[in-house]
């Protein structure tokens, strides 16, 4: 069946390719985000002058992460991406499957002048940012949450709560909710029984929990009002206040910090331009232009160096904010992601 | 008739027309009222208070993402047409033609594509063309399109074969015509109308889909729906409304023009669907 | 469609299927024969044998009792290194993964361990290496994978899983999901379709009792939605919906409620939005076929004494019982399918089989899954189909 079937639609396909000619030999330079108001943040510190300076087009697309979408996207013969930011997981997951371009590290700059945290065979920091809880000010007068017990007392703060689709992030805020230390978060979940008790935590909070998969839909769920409070990245939140006005607000105990790489997927057509394009967003003076965008921690060590203090403030790159922080496990989430990710996908859909 | 009716045959009446009318409302309203909101200069979900505003419509002609949607959608939409509407005239000419079983079978072929979850047909889309490098250009969507139009275009053709004199086509022939003149000559001018109906409801239901295009359009080919959809997921504004707005005057003048084209042709009340899938 | 009532001139057979023959094997090519291909994929399984040909060789030849060969373990051993130098470990990786959990992560380390001199001859190397090679796991995860076919997929799909006894257990209880999506799949597609058959029969009847000159203007009230894609509704359903949205104020201004009502994100907004969307579908073909009741029987039943309610229900609703069946059948088998509307306005236990389909095309290469899934919505459909027959005719055309 199969032969004869394929044989059809290829002899109408080729007919027709012939007619319309490849698009995709053709297609510009691609980079790809993460939408709303940090894709913006990434076009004007970056994009635009990039394109302007090497004559190179752009175009852009955004994801909500994951590094199924890559594999569907490498192995399944999809070229249309080059340059994606990723999470750090998905960066050693791909890179061990050969998903993603070695980069070359001397025209970086070499790998010390970035953040040891930011220095990865297939992936160099992008940006280095937390997940926190965002709320918004005109609504929750008075004390706010200030843990992620209290982002779990729907009797204080009465109202939907906004979280991410994914096992990542959810459990860990779970187990702290439950009482569990940071440093104790990841021992705790490399256990059956930890596991368990993340997910009963968050069976309590499941009937008022929206789930997202876009980061930028955070700020949107928030100011509509269809939650009262959400995990959110700090920088998407300052920008709202900014440009709409608006009276969020951050909450940084217990945070989970990361940091995210650009990779080259190894089926990109424009490696040399894609080269490039990372290494124009990783020099300093670029990286700093970024931080006056969006509220952002930096990787480059040079740009960590000269930029304004004041545009630490609402990023992981200011002391204050990390006290009691929590670094994302990667190395845990390579090895359990998947099996978590399976639960948790059945548990959402109870 | 009246005369036999008694006061609670009247009262039935009442309620009935009462109930009828709370569901028009139903039908009718939410396409009514995103038309205020879309005219409303905030950022906020709600009807203008005083003050009305093309703001947003301003948003869309201005925003690049909104027009290179707007321009794609027309694209693929056009080309689907023409693609669609010879295929599926010819074949609707070619079934009238026909009786017997075969006639079934391949009238159950080609409305297929109506009856299989259009989530089916995307990822079949999919699975064919990302090993061959085809996803994410428009020719995969104007094929995908394409199979999902002519299925409309065969049954408003057929419908319009069906309404015909065929006194002309016979006096044709006994005049000595041969079959090809009798076609193009005699056949087509007569089903015209059917065949342009036909047309517009292949151009809206490639210019209105969204599921297929969500599967294999890449960031080149974005389509309005798409842009629609992610917009509603994402970020919600009046923007949305707008958009909403353009769309249904968009199928109403269209899809009205198609129905009275189509009526013209066949005379019968009734309507072929231009959109089965979500 | 109904049979050809025109009786067209003559014309040879070569000329009908010339005519037909373009949009038939369009057809063939852009959609019949990419349904099937994709279909295939829920039972066909080649990745480990394309990848590790003489691996695939050894696993079928080895019966699955007791300890597997040490000549398997060995010809696995070198295909696990040379895949992982050609870059293409993890196609088979991943395949072993939908069956069994840390597969992927097993097979990398293992390679690692290889290439940097670890021997790998025997089960007992391997297992020095990992454990888990020591133990059916792993091995059976290959057995199941050997090709041409595989089971997996449509067992998985049920929430079924081959132990590494080939016996058919269910999947542990917290990760079993599809059984309970198929059944919300299927039952909110039926109340869907009730929801319809209480909003659109009268409306129906009102506009089937009404002279032409009155009814073929509200039918455009009908029609309107109808024209206006599925998508545009479902936009304007989120837009309304929303808590600060249009339907919550109206509602507080007038005082019915107090706080806002959830009405979005959730299975309310997933049936108002989904009614909306099919309703049209409903009363359309149900219309028609009350346009073609004769009145005369209910006169005559009720010139005969029958009070009007007992006439209505004894002489003119079963006669309009065909119409029922053909506009819910629609509206259940369009419903099964739906993915935009409750993407966009459900929530996370909203989601129908379409959602799952979604996520194992695009955020996981989960391809045969994917397939399983497509397999399993489409049979209850054909039978829908080929049950209900009269959907084909009263299709509206």
């Excluded at chain 1, 069976?203 to 009002?225: A, F, H, M």
């Excluded at chain 2, 890449?218 to 798409?226: C, N």
């Excluded at chain 3, 409903?282 to 009350?290: N, R, S």
Aim: net charge positive; glycine share 8%; aromatic share 8%.
């Amino acid at each position: 069946m199969k032969s004869w079937a394929r044989l059809l639609g290829i002899a109408a396909l080729t007919a027709s390719v012939a007619a319309c000619g490849s698009s995709s030999e053709l297609r510009p330079l691609t980079v790809v985000g993460w939408g709303g108001s940090s894709q913006d943040a990434h076009r004007n510190a970056y994009w635009t002058s990039f394109s302007r300076t090497t004559g190179i087009p752009l175009r852009e697309d955004s994801w909500r992460g994951g590094v199924g979408v890559i594999r569907t996207k490498v192995v399944g013969g999809d070229t249309s991406w080059d340059i994606v930011q990723v999470e750090t997981e998905d960066l050693i997951l791909g890179c061990e499957e050969g998903l993603f371009q070695r980069l070359d590290w001397a025209g970086l700059g070499g790998r010390n002048a970035f953040l040891p945290a930011a220095v990865h065979d297939c992936g160099v920091g992008a940006m280095l940012w937390s997940y926190v809880i965002g709320y918004d000010g005109d609504r929750i007068k008075g004390p706010g949450p200030k843990s992620w017990a209290d982002f779990w007392d729907v009797k204080r703060f009465p109202g939907k709560r906004g979280m991410r689709k994914t096992p990542k992030y959810s459990l860990e805020f779970a187990l702290m909710a439950d009482g569990v230390p940071a440093d104790q978060v990841y021992p705790t979940l490399r256990t059956p029984q930890g596991v368990d008790r993340a997910f009963r935590k968050l069976d309590e909070i499941k009937p008022n929990v929206i789930w997202w998969s876009s980061i930028s839909q955070v700020p949107d769920l928030l100011g509509s009002r269809e939650v009262v409070m959400s995990v959110t990245s700090p920088g998407r939140l300052i920008v709202a206040n900014r440009t709409e006005g608006r009276n969020f607000k951050l909450d940084w105990h217990g945070n989970i910090f990361a940091v995210d790489y650009w990779v080259i997927l190894a089926n990109s057509p424009r490696k040399a331009e894609a080269t490039q394009l990372i290494r124009y967003m990783t020099r300093a003076e670029n990286q700093m232009r970024l931080a006056s965008h969006i509220p952002t921690g930096l990787t480059n060590v040079e740009a960590n160096q000269r930029v304004d203090p004041k545009l630490k403030l609402d990023t992981p790159s200011d002391p204050a904010n990390m006290v009691g922080a929590l670094e994302l496990d990667a190395n845990f989430w390579v090895e359990y992601g998947d099996q978590l990710t399976q639960r948790f996908n059945a548990w959402v859909a109870r | 008739m009246s005369a036999y009716r008694s006061r609670s045959e009247r009262a039935g009446r009442a309620a009935l027309i009462g109930f009828s009318v709370l569901v028009f409302a139903f039908l009718v309203l939410p396409i009514l009222a995103v038309i205020p909101l879309s005219l409303n200069p905030t950022t906020f979900l709600v009807f203008p208070e005083g003050e009305i505003s093309l703001r947003w419509y301003r948003h869309l002609a201005e925003s690049p993402q909104w027009t290179h949607a707007f321009g794609n959608s027309l694209k693929i939409a056009i080309a689907t047409t023409l693609i669609a509407t010879p295929l599926g005239t010819l074949a609707a000419i070619g079934l009238a033609y026909m009786r017997s079983r075969a006639k079934t079978a391949i009238v159950a072929l080609i409305t297929a594509p109506l009856v299989v979850p259009v989530v089916v047909v995307a990822i079949a889309f999919y699975f064919l063309f990302a090993p061959l490098g085809l996803v994410n250009g428009s020719l995969g969507l104007i094929v995908a399109h394409s199979a999902l139009a002519v299925p409309f275009v065969v049954i408003v053709v057929h419908a319009a074969l069906r309404g015909l004199d065929t006194e002309l086509l016979r006096a044709a022939a006994s005049l000595g015509a041969r079959p090809l003149t009798i076609l193009i000559r005699v056949l087509v001018p007569l089903i015209a109308p059917g065949v342009a109906a036909g047309a517009v409801f292949a151009f809206m239901t490639s210019f209105d889909e969204t599921t297929v295009a969500l599967f294999i359009a890449g960031p080149e080919q974005r389509t309005l729906p798409i842009q629609m959809f992610e917009g509603v997921r994402e970020q919600i504004s009046p923007a949305i409304a707008a958009a909403a707005t353009l769309l249904i005057i968009a199928s109403t003048l269209l899809l009205g023009a198609a129905e009275l084209l189509r009526r013209r042709g066949e005379g019968r009340a009734g309507s072929a669907p231009p959109d089965v899938g979500a | 469609m109904p049979g050809s009532r025109a009786k067209l001139p003559g014309l040879r057979r070569w000329w009908r299927v010339a005519l037909l023959a373009p949009l038939l094997l369009f057809l063939l090519a852009s959609f019949v024969a990419p349904v099937l291909m994709m279909l295939s994929r829920a039972v066909v399984d080649r990745d480990l044998e394309r990848l590790w040909p003489d691996s695939a060789v050894a696993l079928r030849q080895w019966d699955g009792a007791g300890a597997p060969p040490d000549a398997l373990a060995a010809t696995v051993a070198r295909e696990i290194v040379a895949t992982r130098q050609a870059g293409t470990l993890n196609q088979v990786a991943n395949r072993l993964n939908y069956d069994m959990v840390g597969s992927r992560s097993l097979l990398y380390a293992t390679a690692d361990r290889l290439t940097a001199g670890s021997a790998g001859t025997t089960v007992r190397d391997l297992a020095r290496i990992d454990p888990r090679w020591g133990q059916p796991g792993i091995w059976a995860a290959m057995r199941h994978a050997d090709g041409p076919l595989t089971r997996h997929y449509l067992l998985a799909a049920l929430d079924r899983r081959l132990d590494a006894d080939d016996r058919i257990v269910n999947v542990p209880a917290e990760q079993a999901v599809f059984a309970n999506i198929y059944l919300r799949t299927f039952k909110i597609s039926a109340i869907v379709a009730l929801l319809c058959i209480a909003l659109g029969y009268p409306v129906a009847y009102l506009l089937a009792s009404l002279p032409e000159r009155k009814a073929n203007p509200l039918l455009i009230l009908v029609l309107l939605p109808f024209w206006t894609s599925a998508l545009v509704r479902t936009a304007a359903w989120a837009v309304l919906l929303q808590t600060n949205g249009v339907v919550n104020n109206a509602l507080q201004t007038v005082g019915l409620i107090d706080a806002p009502l959830q009405l979005i994100y959730n299975r309310l907004g997933v049936y108002i939005a989904m009614t909306h969307v099919l309703l049209p579908f409903f009363i359309l073909p149900l219309y028609g076929v009350m346009k073609g009741i004769p009145p005369t029987a209910m006169r005559a039943a009720s010139s005969l004494g029958a009070p009007p309610l007992r006439a209505f229900l004894s002489v003119y609703l079963p006669q309009t019982l065909p119409g029922v069946a053909a506009g819910a059948i629609i509206v259940f088998t369009l419903a099964l399918g739906y993915y935009v509307t409750p993407a966009l306005v459900g929530g996370g236990a909203d989601q129908m089989i379409s959602a799952s389909i979604a996520f194992y095309t695009n955020q996981s290469l989960n391809w045969g899954m994917a397939a399983a899934l497509s397999l399993l919505l489409l049979l209850p459909l054909l039978l829908m189909v080929f049950a209900g027959r009269t959907m084909v005719r009263t299709v509206p055309a």
